[in-house]
């Protein structure tokens, strides 16, 4: 597509220009990916917990990013570089892999956020969120597409906008910044906002969010967002966040990082502002670039009860990479985070087979797992 072209020009272009403290490890490959590893790859490159196993449950995809189950155990998955959303049926005869797939709509600008609401299913495309009606059961929809929310901006990067639906039954719509580091003129940008189902009466829940790519609510029904910290200040700085998010927080972008660290572009000036953001709940490593975040519910497995689990696409951005796998946050009776590692396996000795990009919990447990670099799709199966 266009879009995804002109995006790997921009970003070439930004890495040949860059001053020589800033030095990245990135080559058109890590950019456009590879092939599905084979099942040996898997057997053998990926570590889990004990009691975990991990295999490829569909594959041969472009470029998948959001993945939703439905009420059925079926999926649908947005590919944005394929302009689609497509359906993928659950593993029906125990071999751990989809059945099969179908096209559920079409011919969208970078299709990305998916949220399930009554009989409907809402996509979030590069400028617009739409909504179409649609049967679980079938998998199939029914009318006309609709565009209910339209004008969000559509210039400079970070292009994803992510949907899903409160606990108060309104929708929630994350939109990144369009620089690495600026002053926005879209109100829009580096936000979280929220609509009625219908797409009207906008509120912008929280600002300075630098690129929330995803949010989840946990068990209590307070809302986290990953954020994804500005480059080149170095390797280790600054670090990428979880965010505790509250109606009208400001989260320090663009005059702030890390723990309110003032910005050295941008911070001077606005010493009020930053006086008011609000820290990061926890911290990742510089340019881990987490993107999806879903918190496990249930208790099919007891060691995930009450986490969330995190996928941390990796850095593009490093003299060294890291990141490139999934992790898990647990929190203790005092509020404190520990980071652990769930998925691993994805880098190793500086070479790349995938960045795990969404999560998604299964019906009874199980976890799956999108990767958008080797185009497929994981399946993280527990067995006491």
């Known amino acids: 597509m266009l879009i995804a072209g002109s995006l790997i020009l921009i970003l ?12 990245v490890n990135i080559s058109l490959g890590d950019i456009i990916g590879g092939e ?11 570590s ?56 559920i709509i079409d011919n969208l600008d970078n299709p990305h956020g998916l949220a399930l ?17 649609f049967d679980q059961k079938t998998g199939q929809t029914t009318g006309e ?6 004008g969000l901006p559509t210039d400079g990067g970070h292009w994803t906008r992510t949907i899903r639906f409160g606990p108060d039954g309104l929708l929630y719509l994350s939109v990144g910044s369009s620089c690495n580091v600026c002053i926005e003129k879209d109100e829009l940008r580096s936000t979280i906002s929220r609509y009625q189902p219908d797409g009207s009466g906008r509120e912008i829940l929280a600002t300075g969010l630098r690129n929330s790519v995803d949010f989840d609510w946990d068990n209590q029904g307070e809302l986290y967002a990953t954020d994804n910290g500005r480059d080149f200040l170095g390797d280790d700085f600054p670090p990428d966040e979880l965010n505790h998010i509250v109606s009208g927080g400001f989260y320090g972008w663009p005059f702030a990082n890390g723990d309110n660290v003032h910005d050295p572009d941008f911070g001077k000036g606005h010493e009020a502002e930053i006086a008011k953001a609000i820290i990061p709940y926890h911290k990742f490593r510089a340019h881990n670039a987490p993107l999806g975040i879903t918190f496990f519910k249930g208790d099919d497995i007891p060691a995930l009860k009450d986490a969330a689990m995190v996928a941390l696409h990796g850095s ?22 520990e980071e652990k590692d769930l998925v691993t396996g994805f880098l190793k000795d500086g070479n790349v087979i995938g960045r795990p990009a969404f999560v998604e919990q299964g019906q009874n447990g199980e976890i799956y797992i999108t990767d958008d670099f080797s185009k497929v799709v994981y399946r993280l199966t527990y067995k006491p």
């Open 36 to 46: 599905a590893p084979d099942t040996s790859v898997v057997d053998s490159r990926f």
């Open 117 to 133: 609401y009554k009989d409907w299913l809402y996509i979030a495309e590069l400028g617009a969120v739409g909504r179409v009606k």
């Open 48 to 103: 889990v917990p004990e009691g975990f196993r991990i295999n490829i449950f569909a594959k041969d995809l472009t470029h998948p990013r959001v993945i939703r189950q439905l009420s059925t155990g079926d999926f649908i998955l947005s590919q944005p570089r394929k302009g689609e959303v497509t359906f993928l049926e659950a593993d029906k005869n125990g071999d751990g892999i989809s059945e099969s797939r179908h096209n």
């Open 12 to 23: 070439l272009a930004g890495i040949f220009l860059l001053p020589s403290p800033y030095a």
């Open 316 to 337: 593009w951005n490093r003299s060294v990479k890291d990141g490139y796998k999934v992790v898990s946050l647990h929190w203790d009776k005092d509020g404190r985070v």
């Open 145 to 150: 597409y609709q565009r209910i929310i339209t």
